[in-house]
């Protein structure tokens, strides 16, 4: 009858776990000869890593990855595209998030950058950090209707609150005044208070001529590349040929 009490107490805290951890452990003879103080343990290690996990899932949901399964133990380096073992191992200490750097991936297509950035990402979510992937062509469209909505201020806000923005595919289309201003506007709310992640076929000696010149053209290019790890691929592209 008490365990029957103590269970319904615990589902009433929403401790589902470890009610069910109870109801599983209280009958095994391999837990028979535990001092309360070890059980007790076992219960509340599996209500912590039940949470543990649910949170790690909502952080991977939010972070919406076009490659989920993208890690940083599959990265194959035998490829011959210049991505040295070293660079990823030290990366993967995510100092660079704590120190809010950024990371620049260059390379032809089809070389990985879009993995890279993204098991970078999911190796982040894994360790605790806010991750959010996005392309930028849909990045600016989204920007635009959030104008229209009037959320564009919300948008921007949690964008800039980000651990760590990933920003694929830059450069892959032309970039009008709209477009560089909401760049900057996002790029100055993140700075010194989150890293990101750039994915690009454009050489970064390019980017002050796409993005018009000048000033606003400076302050981009400043804030992105004045502290960021560059990585750059070699070609030629690694994917699969598409046969007829």
């Known amino acids: 009858m ?14 589902n776990k470890m ?7 209280i009958s095994r003879a391999d837990h028979q000869d535990l001092t309360a103080a070890e059980f007790i343990g076992f219960l509340v290690d599996d209500e912590f890593i039940h949470r543990q996990n649910l949170r790690y899932q909502t952080r991977l949901r939010r972070a919406s990855f076009k490659e989920n399964t993208a890690c ?11 991505l040295k073992k ?5 990366l993967s200490q995510n100092h660079w998030i704590r120190n809010f750097q950024n990371i620049v991936i260059t390379g032809p297509t089809g070389t990985g950058k879009s993995y890279l950035a993204q098991s970078l990402g999911n190796h982040a979510v894994k360790e605790g950090f806010s991750v959010a992937y996005i392309r930028c062509p849909k990045l600016y469209e989204n920007l635009r209707v959030s104008k229209a909505d009037g959320s564009y201020l919300k948008k921007l806000k949690s964008l800039a609150k980000t651990n760590v923005l990933i920003l694929d595919d830059f450069g892959v289309t032309t970039i009008d005044d709209e477009k560089r201003q909401d760049l900057f506007e996002l790029i100055e709310d993140r700075e010194g208070i989150g890293s990101t992640v750039v994915t690009t076929q454009m050489p970064t000696e390019m980017w002050h001529k796409y993005l018009g010149g000048g000033q606003l053209g400076d302050s981009i290019c400043d804030r992105v590349l004045r502290n960021a790890h560059k990585l750059k691929l070699k070609g030629p592209s690694n994917r699969p040929e598409i046969k007829d």
């Open 2 to 15: 008490l365990v029957e009490q103590t269970l319904e107490k615990m589902r009433l805290m929403k401790l």
């Open 19 to 25: 009610a069910q951890s109870l109801e599983t452990r």
């Open 72 to 82: 940083l133990e599959n990265i194959d380096y035998k490829l011959d595209r210049d």
């Open 86 to 90: 070293k660079t990823i191992l030290e």
